[in-house]
């Protein structure tokens, strides 16, 4: 009895010794091999200062496990025949690890030098669709303020990588769109 304990606890700290548990400010779980594996934790920071759960992904399964409530508004979603229509959702597009993963692919931002010199600031919206398979798909400027700054941020919307997790309805997943701002803004001097 004591040579199968011993042989199953050898065999376990074999097999845990490549996996590393990873802890930032925006989310923790556990590294094997450089990928992220099992469930992971993703957190974010309320007005007051306080860290909250807002996902919980099982990255082996690739399976949303949990998900911090949010506003019960319609979301844009495709229907059947291809129209748009705004539909309550069990939960919208969810980018994995949420917004503190995804920021820094929006700060990736270059400020284009016709926007600099002309004193050109503002906010572009990016509306991306997001497929039933989580892929961003069909990303277009909705609102811009010109100057090289709508395409800019298009070309940084079109790098995001495909890790979102579709909007669904009941247990379906469904095609829908979300906006993403980018911010730009000049430095004081």
Partial sequence: MKKILF????????????QKLRKTDAGSGLIDKGD??????????TRDGSQVITQKYDHTAKKLVFFRPFDEVPYPVKNASGEWTRQQVTHPIFFIGGDAALAPYMSKLNYPAAAQSKNVQGRVLVSIVVDTLGHAIDQQ?????????????????????????????????????????????????
């Avoid at 042989?7 to 490549?18: M, P, Q, V, Y």
């Fill in 141 to 189: 400027v909705v609102v811009g303020i010109g100057a090289g700054c709508d395409e800019e941020a298009l070309r940084v919307a079109r790098t995001i990588p495909d890790e979102w997790i579709p909007a669904h309805i009941g247990s379906q997943a469904v095609v829908s769109r979300l906006e993403i701002p980018f911010t730009f803004r000049l430095q004081a001097r």
């Fill in 7 to 18: 042989l199953c606890l050898l065999i376990c700290s074999f097999s845990a010794r490549g």
């Fill in 36 to 45: 992220k594996t099992g469930l992971w934790e993703y957190y974010a920071y």
